[in-house]
């Protein structure tokens, strides 16, 4: 037989497959008008981690564009319901007749007048409400059957298919398609506010007594590393290093597919730092965007907790399928409260404070834009009628030298710094030895917890404890090895619907010569990173699409200089149909790499990571993990393997001691 065209029928045939599985031209394309409007827009970007201040510009843009009026809606059946928890039905005479009177519907007809007549005295004067506002407190001071029901109601209002697909996942579309009115402006605050109250009232459609607690982040922001907080156990949220299988929501589905988190693989908590740089301001302006200097934006420091927790919590448009979003507003919203009481004291009046330039403000977020609960306009979420009737705010637990109590089992007083300060218990806090009653031998704070819940089931708890900390392990070492996908496209988790390309990724450990002023994620600062291994997330999110991507890359922490490569997911572009996404990279301190795209000449020149990938020739592109990795990995004629330089089009430098700005 002829070598000669053996060796062409088989080059053939490889040329064949590669055409079946890897067939995609990749190109650079502009970087979207809008999202670099919003980097050009942003004020003092460098004094934001970098990764904040790309998820702020990209997660925005995209979830304008992917809740467009006409085609995301929320069903009838969801509107007359939640239509019905603003009417406040489940609140006490007195403050309907003030929630009422907010409303402009106390006119004196009737009926009106009928109802007030029913709760005055014999003399004419109005009794005091039977029911005191509810109180919301921080979930850790919670007694453990006032956690129990507050779980439980969650759990039967997402058993409640009545409004499709149940009344849990309703409230979350509702926030999902409240960009406009929601977040990235002045009306953050009170939407977020009205919210709660909503959620609030169908809640206690299940459980009378229940009121959603508050998550004070400050109390894990205390801790070396908040992933070890007692919070993420099986008695209090759950794990959160994956898919969510134990714990009170364990195994539930949203809408996005099953529950998610990531825990600290980006962003921090909120702290004090920045709380009372907010608390030195006077006007709600001074705060919110599109005025607050970034060190004082409360909405953009609980974004960071958002991506801390990761999973349907990360981008803000599916962060409420997540019962932590309402824990964490919960926190938010006191906050606010608190800046309120401060502006009365400087003379503002925080029910009428609200920025009035139209021109600068978003669309749906002026002062007299509908508000998208019921009746209710924007600046209706900023009168008192809330917190004067319907609930008030146990203030967070402290804690004194004299009296180093926080007042609970799960919380402990840190005496090691200058001022006592109470922080979450810690799934690595010392176990206590226990007596044969149950109680433990050397008393402290095992004590509180003996005295409330004894033997067996004490133990059970450290137990339960121990076990998440195998999954966290020691804290210097911890490395995630994976990231958990969805494999969500336009609301549908399919993995066939995705394709993946080759991207490598360049790190340069410059520690001890680079720039220390560049911000970092507040873990960074905390821990001493050069004892952690470097890690690299490589993101891709969708401009035509609706989905997003990301893949951990590992890097040896004793090394100058490493390379790796990613196999990032994308949209499977379709003959008619290409796909438009932009790919990013950030270390774990969130220092933003440099993207590089191969030009016309085939030389590697920066840019923007924006591109567009097609159906065509040249293969840079495949259907699967494997076949990419084999178009990317060819072999010599001696059998030694030789990386396929022409089939990478994006590269990326990370540099410990730079923060890039590639647009």
């Given at each position: ?295 004082n934006n409360l909405e953009e420091h609980h974004n960071q907790v958002h991506l801390w927790v990761g999973g349907q919590m990360a981008p803000p ?347």
């Open positions: 037989m002829d070598l000669h065209k053996v060796f062409k029928w088989r080059a053939l045939l490889v040329l064949l497959w590669r055409l079946s599985h890897v067939t995609s031209l990749i190109t650079q394309i502009p970087l979207p008008t809008d999202i670099r409007n919003c980097f050009e827009d942003q004020r003092n970007p460098t004094a934001s981690v970098g990764e904040v201040f790309f998820n702020r510009c990209v997660h925005r843009v995209l979830w304008q564009r992917q809740t467009s009026p006409k085609t995301a809606t929320l069903g009838d059946d969801a509107k007359q319901w939640i239509s019905g928890l603003v009417d406040m039905a489940n609140i006490d005479a007195t403050s309907v007749d003030a929630f009422n009177d907010l409303l402009g519907k106390s006119n004196g007809g009737p009926s009106d007048v009928a109802g007030r007549e029913k709760r005055q005295t014999a003399n004419g004067r109005r009794q005091p409400s039977r029911r005191q506002p509810r109180v919301r407190k921080e979930y850790r001071l919670l007694t453990d059957e006032e956690r129990r029901l507050f779980h439980r109601a969650l759990n039967m209002l997402r058993a409640d298919r009545s409004v499709s697909p149940n009344k849990f996942a309703a409230l979350g579309r509702l926030h999902l398609l409240s960009v406009d009115r929601s977040h990235f402006g002045p009306n953050f605050f009170p939407f977020h506010r009205l919210l709660l109250v909503v959620m609030e009232n169908a809640l206690r459609e299940k459980i009378p007594s229940v009121t959603i607690p508050y998550w004070d982040t400050t109390l894990d922001d205390g801790l070396l590393d908040p992933r070890s907080s007692i919070l993420w156990t099986t008695e209090f949220l759950g794990d959160a290093n994956g898919y969510v299988t134990d714990g009170p929501f364990a195994n539930w589905e949203t809408p996005t597919g099953p529950l998610l988190r990531f825990f600290g693989t980006e962003g921090t908590m909120m702290n004090w730092t920045y709380i009372h740089n907010a608390f030195r301001q006077d006007h709600l302006e001074n705060i919110t965007t599109p005025y607050a200097l970034p060190d448009r599916l962060a409420a399928y997540d019962p932590v979003f309402y824990l964490l507003h919960s926190y938010v919203d006191l906050l606010w409260e608190i800046f309120r009481g401060l502006q009365k004291r400087r003379g503002v009046d925080p029910t009428t404070d609200y920025p009035m330039d139209k021109s600068k403000i978003p669309a749906g977020q002026h002062y007299n834009d509908s508000s998208g609960f019921g009746a209710l306009l924007n600046r209706h979420g900023l009168s008192n009628v809330f917190t004067d009737n319907v609930y008030k705010y146990e203030r967070p637990p402290t804690c004194t030298r004299q009296i180093p109590d926080c007042g609970s089992d799960y919380l402990r007083c840190d005496t090691s710094g200058p001022e006592p300060k109470c922080i979450s218990a810690s799934i690595f806090d010392p176990k206590p030895t226990f007596l044969a009653n149950g109680l433990p031998m050397n008393g402290g704070s095992g004590v509180r917890h003996a005295r409330s819940v004894r033997g067996q089931a004490i133990q059970e708890r450290f137990k339960s404890a121990v076990d998440h900390a195998a999954v966290v392990k020691c804290q210097a070492d911890n490395v995630n090895s994976q990231y958990v996908n969805t494999f969500l496209i336009n609301g549908k988790a399919d993995e066939t619907l995705w394709s993946y390309i080759p991207v490598q990724v360049y790190l340069k450990n410059n520690d001890k010569t680079g720039n220390k002023t560049v911000p970092v994620y507040d873990i960074c600062t905390k821990q001493n990173m050069t004892d952690i291994s470097r890690r690299v997330f490589v993101e891709s999110n969708g401009l035509n699409y609706d989905g997003a991507f990301k893949h951990i890359t590992h890097f040896r922490k004793d090394l100058s200089m490493d390379a790796s490569l990613a196999f990032v997911g994308v949209k499977r572009p379709r003959a008619a149909a290409d796909t438009e996404v932009i790919i990013s990279a950030y270390d774990n301190c969130g220092r933003v790499c440099q993207p590089y795209c191969v030009d016309a000449s085939g030389s590697s020149r920066q840019c923007a990571g924006a591109v567009k990938i097609s159906r065509e020739v040249p293969f840079m592109y495949g259907d699967d993990v494997a076949s990419t990795t084999r178009a990317v990995w060819t072999e010599d004629n001696f059998g030694l393997p030789v990386l396929a330089d022409n089939q990478i089009f994006l590269r990326f430098v990370c540099d410990t001691g730079v923060s890039f700005w590639p647009w």
